[in-house]
């Protein structure tokens, strides 16, 4: 039985053992999670999530790959904060194209969102697998780019939120995957994840 939820999506939602070893997200043009001011509002990207307290989320993780070829295409690590007074708030990071690029982005929705540039995927290692983190690094929320070798596990860090944990210890989240299309042309955007889980805080 799954552990995982879907929104948006009416694929059936991995099993812990395919959140391990593999499954896919396929996000139909016109998909995206994003706001602009004064009024643009769009969330309607497919994503799996696990739902907890924000006080008992600890770290997330993924391994991906996507067919990405058009502008703002993207797919990766989100988590989404609710609060008691209705407010809503997410990040969002991973793989996206910018300028023709891939490249790993992190948006990060306080008031309104902020994008910010992480590492450029060369032309060489576009479709290799890129390993995403999203970790509490108190008293912040910070993304990192996984490298594993033979010496180890490096983790480079890409961005660091310090609104993320804030709140009085109601704050509900959702944490999981995701993959959109902003363009309205073409077919499906198809993303591929493996190594998800997400950890919780020890009791």
Not at 110 to 121: L, M, Q, R, T
Request: hydrophobic letters at 35%.
């Amino acid at each position: 039985m799954s552990t995982w939820q879907t929104l948006n999506a009416t694929a059936i939602p991995p099993t812990p053992s395919e959140a391990a070893s593999g499954f896919s997200i396929h996000a139909a043009p016109s998909t995206d999670i994003w706001e602009c001011p004064p009024s643009t509002s769009c969330f309607n990207a497919p994503m799996f999530y696990q739902s907890m307290l924000l006080s008992e989320f600890k770290r997330a993780r993924v391994t991906m790959t996507a067919n990405l070829t058009d502008l703002y295409s993207q797919a990766g690590l989100v988590m989404v904060i609710y609060y008691s007074d209705g407010r809503r708030k997410w990040i969002k990071t991973g793989l996206e194209i910018i300028g023709g690029q891939q490249m790993i982005g992190t948006v990060g929705r306080d008031e309104w969102p902020d994008w910010s540039p992480g590492f450029v995927i060369t032309k060489e290692k576009e479709g290799s697998e890129v390993t995403i983190e999203l970790a509490r690094e108190e008293p912040n929320l910070s993304v990192f780019e996984v490298e594993c070798g033979d010496g180890g596990e490096t983790r480079k860090v890409i961005r660091e939120m310090m609104w993320g944990l804030a709140g009085d210890g109601t704050e509900k989240c959702s944490v999981g995957v995701y993959a959109a299309k902003p363009g309205n042309t073409g077919g499906d955007l198809v993303a591929d994840f493996k190594g998800l889980f997400v950890e919780k805080i020890e009791p």
